[in-house]
């Protein structure tokens, strides 16, 4: 009996490889002669860059680089030093964990420090950059991140623009004399799990905005100011990318990675099944089981569970998953290969509670579906 454990983290509560850890161990109280796999996942989001380096053998890396809000922080980045492959985790550095609640800002915040990190990695020689979008704190088209490359925006006035999207609308000069030449010599994929559009009612501002600090005026205001950010990049650029799917993801970083640095956008989970060797762990296996956090029907989008189903039906093997809450509808998963899912859930508990004993929880759901599918055998 040979099982692929490929479960995300549940937010708030435990990482990827936690999960998995705990629900192998109550997997093997039911069947203590089994091979069971550990292979964690991430979509992009917190954990992209764990999952990979974890699978990778790679290497992690610190940096002190600017906060969202301009104060210092430590953040880390990835390093394959076979495949001179940087992983950049946006949240490490722009996160929207790295600001207190009553501080979220989405009209100042800023993406300069995802920037520093980049810089770092095309200093180290990186030929390929995997950028995980997930999780930002930002709502400014990516221009922190162009200003620590090398990009100069400035007003009217000729003064350089303060940080965050707010100030974009004052914007009359892009100025990319020193963009970094380097750049141009690397390849960027972005991983994301949305596939926004930058402005509109399905933008950046409008969809992500408020969980950042914008009040529904903010919202607006912010809106305008990254189609004007558009508007003058489309024309410096003699492009216009703002509608291609997800330009608005991670506030638009989608948008000027897509513009300004070439990259090429894949699902999160494509990319970490990839590099963990995901398609090759679940070759010859009797059952994979994933999961995350909230399981519902915004999983179709694109999160773990649904990246490592279509892996898994590829190689013809069924699929459960156990979640920290079941949400609406996600029976529609169904219909895309998962036979059958579970929440952690054992009766009425706080979301807290549940937080506080997943380990345990985890443990127990496991063995289970355990004891479920001997009898099925």
């Known amino acids: 009996m040979k099982i692929v454990i490929a479960p995300d983290s549940f937010k708030d509560s435990l990482s990827a490889a936690g999960v998995a850890d705990a629900i192998a161990q109550g997997l093997a109280q039911v069947w203590p002669q089994a091979d069971l796999l550990q292979c964690p996942m991430a979509d992009g989001g917190e954990g992209t860059m764990d999952a990979i380096l974890a699978a990778c ?11 969202p809000l301009g104060r210092p922080v430590m953040a880390r980045w990835g390093w394959l030093a076979e495949t001179r492959t940087a992983i950049i985790e946006m949240a490490e550095a ?22 520093q990190l980049i810089d770092a990695a095309v200093e180290a020689g990186a030929t390929r950059i995997i950028l995980a979008i997930g999780g930002s704190a930002t709502n400014d088209a990516g221009s922190g991140m162009l200003r620590a490359l090398g990009a100069v925006l400035r007003d009217a006035q000729g003064a350089e623009l ?24 690397v390849r960027f994929e972005v991983a994301a799990d949305v596939d926004n559009p930058l402005c509109g009612e399905h933008g950046a501002s409008h969809v992500f905005g408020p969980q950042k600090g914008a009040s529904p005026d903010q919202v607006l205001a912010l809106d305008q100011a990254l189609g004007h950010f558009a508007d003058r990049s489309a024309r410096v650029l ?24 070439g990259a090429t956008f894949r699902p999160g989970v494509e990319v970490v099944a990839e590099l963990t060797g995901l398609a090759d762990a679940v070759r010859d296996a009797d059952l994979v089981i994933t999961g995350e956090g909230r399981f519902d029907a915004q999983t179709l989008r694109g999160k773990t569970p649904l990246g490592v189903t279509r892996v898994a039906q590829a190689a013809g093997v069924p699929v459960i998953v156990i979640a920290g809450t ?11 290969g998962i036979s059958a899912a579970f929440s952690v859930a054992s009766g009425p508990m706080t979301l807290q509670f549940a937080c506080d004993n997943a380990e345990r929880l985890l443990r127990e759901r496991a063995r289970d579906v355990a004891r479920v599918w001997r009898l099925a055998m």
């Open 238 to 261: 003699g492009r216009d990318v703002r509608n291609e799917p997800g330009s608005g993801a991670a506030g638009g970083m989608g948008f000027a990675a897509k513009a300004f640095l």
């Open 162 to 185: 303060p940080p965050g999207g707010l100030a974009l609308s004052e914007l009359v000069e892009l100025d990319l004399q020193g963009l970094d030449p380097r750049l141009a010599r």
């Open 326 to 336: 079941l949400g609406e509808g996600y029976e529609a998963l169904y219909e895309h």
């Open 94 to 115: 722009s996160g929207l964990q790295l600001v207190e609640l009553a501080e979220r800002d989405a009209c100042i915040s800023g993406t300069y420090g995802t920037g």
């Open 57 to 67: 053998a790679g290497q992690s890396r610190r940096l002190t680089v600017r906060g």
